[in-house]
């Protein structure tokens, strides 16, 4: 018992609450820090997006060959394109999320207290809880984003559309289908990330507490916080085993959610008809298009962005 209650006093000491935070200079350093990890993480986004995306008749079906070709057709900008509009709407989604994260994981945390579940249980469960709230609340805004941006990664891939900036798309989509154009793929989107980001969330929180109770088997931690090192190194490993999980978890819905969301106004495939054509193009393993870049950059965004995260978190505590 002694043992276990340093374990949860070392991660006490490593937990930053809500209520301990600047607001202010939350959302504001964090603007900066999380467009700065979009940056160096966005092309693995477009390659991922272009695999999903092919047809059985292209000739680029894997990520070096797709990285190859934007190289030589549009230079290091094509591994960027629709970024723009990817961080102008990223920044209101980011502090949505953020905001309802944190807030909900407090009461989730109060809610399932009472149970007398295991430390890593209660963890998976509050932080999942709080991952899948944050992640409806925040589609209102990623979904029109997701659609715009995905089109722009894509334009004259493999037989699709060019246009001229994320605006022309957003008017060409609303000519076409109204509104509710820019919300294509919004039922998948949720079913996608909702789940992706509670299974992200609750690995997330879960392995931090066996990984703190695994370096803390056979040592006397007592009241002595841990290095700041060992802090970051939990933290990125949590980050990781949490993006590997999701990735394979969800890819199967996101291709099914991107081509969806990036065929030609002239088509509108219904969900069963893209299962139909991933199916007899390429089997069953075509639900896993682009699993490779998916998970590598779940996986290095879910380290970079948790140790980002972390970072602001400690960089905004309230002083006393």
């Given at each position: 018992?002694?043992?276990?209650?340093?374990?949860?006093?070392?991660?006490?000491?490593?937990?930053?609450?809500?209520?301990?935070?600047?607001?202010?200079?939350?959302?504001?350093?964090?603007?900066?820090?999380?467009?700065?990890?979009?940056?160096?993480?966005?092309?693995?986004?477009?390659?991922?997006?272009?695999?999903?995306?092919?047809?059985?008749?292209?000739?680029?079906?894997?990520?070096?060959?797709?990285?190859?070709?934007?190289?030589k057709t549009d230079g290091v900008p094509g591994l960027y394109r629709g970024f723009g509009t990817v961080i102008t709407g990223a920044i209101p989604a980011r502090v949505i999320f953020l905001t309802a994260l944190e807030t909900t994981k407090v009461a989730a945390f109060r809610m399932v207290e009472p149970f007398k579940f295991s430390e890593p249980t209660q963890a998976a469960i509050a932080n999942?809880?709080?991952?899948?709230?944050?992640?409806?609340?925040?589609?209102?805004v990623f979904v029109p984003i997701d659609v715009i941006s995905q089109k722009l990664m894509v334009q004259?891939?493999?037989?699709?559309?060019?246009?001229?900036?994320?605006?022309?798309?957003?008017?060409?989509?609303?000519?076409?289908?109204?509104?509710?154009?820019?919300?294509?793929?919004?039922?998948?989107?949720?079913?996608?990330?909702?789940?992706?980001?509670?299974?992200?969330?609750a690995s997330y929180g879960s392995s931090q507490r066996v990984?703190?109770?695994?370096?803390?088997?056979?040592?006397?931690?007592?009241?002595?916080?841990?290095?700041?090192?060992?802090?970051?190194?939990?933290?990125?490993?949590?980050?990781?085993?949490?993006?590997?999980?999701?990735?394979?978890?969800?890819t199967p819905l996101d291709t099914i959610k991107t081509r969806l969301q990036v065929m030609g106004h002239e088509k509108r495939p219904s969900a069963r008809q893209v299962v139909k054509n991933l199916i007899a193009d390429d089997g069953w393993k075509g639900f896993y298009k682009g699993l490779g870049p998916r998970f590598f950059s779940m996986s290095a965004w879910g380290t970079s962005m948790i140790l980002a995260y972390e970072y602001l978190k400690r960089l905004c505590v309230k002083e006393d």
């Open positions: 018992m002694a043992a276990s209650s340093s374990r949860m006093q070392t991660f006490g000491q490593t937990e930053i609450n809500w209520d301990k935070l600047d607001k202010t200079k939350f959302y504001v350093v964090g603007a900066g820090i999380f467009t700065g990890v979009t940056v160096a993480l966005y092309p693995v986004s477009v390659v991922k997006t272009r695999l999903q995306v092919a047809s059985k008749d292209t000739v680029e079906r894997n990520a070096f060959s797709v990285i190859r070709g934007i190289l999942g809880v709080a991952g899948m709230t944050a992640s409806m609340f925040a589609q209102g004259g891939y493999s037989g699709h559309a060019h246009y001229n900036g994320g605006l022309d798309v957003a008017r060409k989509v609303i000519k076409s289908d109204g509104i509710r154009g820019l919300y294509r793929g919004f039922g998948l989107s949720v079913m996608t990330y909702s789940p992706s980001s509670a299974v992200w969330w990984i703190w109770r695994l370096l803390g088997d056979g040592t006397d931690l007592k009241e002595v916080a841990p290095s700041t090192w060992t802090i970051v190194s939990v933290q990125a490993a949590g980050g990781f085993i949490a993006g590997a999980t999701a990735s394979c978890i969800t």
